[in-house]
């Protein structure tokens, strides 16, 4: 008898082919093994975990190589917003058809913004659906012990500080699906592809991860919604704040949207997708955490503060009047 080399399987050819130049890490072994080693140095371990899904988080049409990076930034937006410095991830792919047209631009921008990030893949799993396409990216990330940025620690007298930022990526999910926005900006190319570029390709704030985590006392993502994710920091650190809605920091298209009256404001804080970091600064601080912002390249601004109490966080306008607002953030269910 003579010994024959098993052919390997369509999923491991797919493996090889595609995701195996992505596992630069030592710890991953190539992608041949059924797990992979994250050397922590000494470090806590921070892990996260998002999955974007088909008609839900992206449209059937945007183009792969967006997909890809939206997958990973998710994540990285989460280590950001912990003060983690990102590890790796594992990936897991469930598509319809393996079709090279798709996968080759989707792993060309996945590898990149790993490279980009310092971010290689460690590992995943590849599975066939007759659904939706869902891709789902677990990041690791590492941090001195105890140092983690957590929901909860916000005092009151806290200033309440966002990134970037706020409600850039629902008008450019409106502009997809042909809304009111789509229609306001239909001779405005720059504007709309400013938007559209904000909900598909989010830009994850890792540079100010050591500030967050040398200053902050409170930190999430807003990835649901400003007003949303506010009241769940607020929640989880047991107080309230109190936000000026003309603080909130708006891109020149979201502002003149909602100056014309095309969008209202809770469409601006309620929507989701930001992936901008919202935290809550100690005022003794502020001017140390903006200078290194400011060092790091990423505007801040402070829109409110937080006080004492256990009710929903209030947005009052330029009179000091409170709007009501119907919506708070996304919700899957």
């Known amino acids: ?3 024959r080399q098993q052919a390997p399987s369509g999923e491991d050819s797919l ?3 595609y995701f195996r130049p992505l596992a630069t890490d030592p710890g991953a072994f190539g992608l041949v093994d059924d797990a992979a080693t994250l050397q922590a140095g000494g470090d806590e371990i921070v892990v996260t ?4 899904v088909e008609g ?3 449209l059937p049409d945007d183009p792969p190589d967006s997909i890809a990076r939206k997958a990973l930034r998710v994540n990285l937006s989460d280590l950001a917003a ?11 792919l469930a598509l319809r058809t393996q079709d090279d047209g798709w996968l080759t631009p989707f792993v060309r921008a996945l590898g990149e913004d ?9 590992g995943g799993d590849t599975v066939s659906t007759p659904g939706p396409a869902m891709i789902s990216v677990t990041a690791f990330g590492r941090v001195a012990p105890g140092r983690m940025v957590r929901r909860s620690g916000a005092k009151p007298g806290d200033r309440i500080v966002v990134t970037g930022t706020i409600g850039d990526a629902a008008l450019g999910l409106d502009i997809l699906k042909g809304g009111a926005v789509a229609t306001a900006l239909a001779q405005d190319t720059a504007a709309s592809q400013l938007l559209v570029g904000r909900y598909r390709e989010p830009q994850p704030r890792n540079a100010l991860a050591p500030a ?13 919604g400003l007003a949303g994710d506010l009241a769940k920091l607020c929640a989880a650190s047991g107080v309230s704040a109190v936000i000026d809605i003309k603080s909130i920091p708006l891109s020149a298209p979201a502002a003149e949207l909602l100056a014309h009256g095309t969008v209202g404001i809770e469409a601006i804080v309620s929507g989701g997708d930001d992936y901008e970091i919202l935290c809550a600064i100690p005022e003794a601080g502020f001017a140390a955490f903006a200078q290194a912002a400011g060092l790091a390249g990423v505007a801040v601004t402070s829109i ?12 009052l306008d330029a009179d000091g009047r409170e709007i009501a607002l119907k919506r708070l953030s996304y919700s899957h269910f």
């Open 82 to 92: 912990k003060g983690a410095v990102p590890a790796g991830f594992v990936l897991t």
């Open 114 to 122: 790993a490279s980009l990030f310092d971010c290689p893949l460690l």
């Open 15 to 17: 493996i090889a082919r």
């Open 212 to 224: 967050v985590r040398d200053h902050a006392s409170a930190a999430m993502d807003v990835s649901d």
């Open 56 to 58: 839900v988080h992206f």
């Open 304 to 315: 409110g503060k937080i006080v004492a109490g256990k009710s929903a966080p209030r947005f």
């Open 1 to 3: 008898m003579t010994d």
């Open 49 to 52: 975990t998002d999955a974007i």
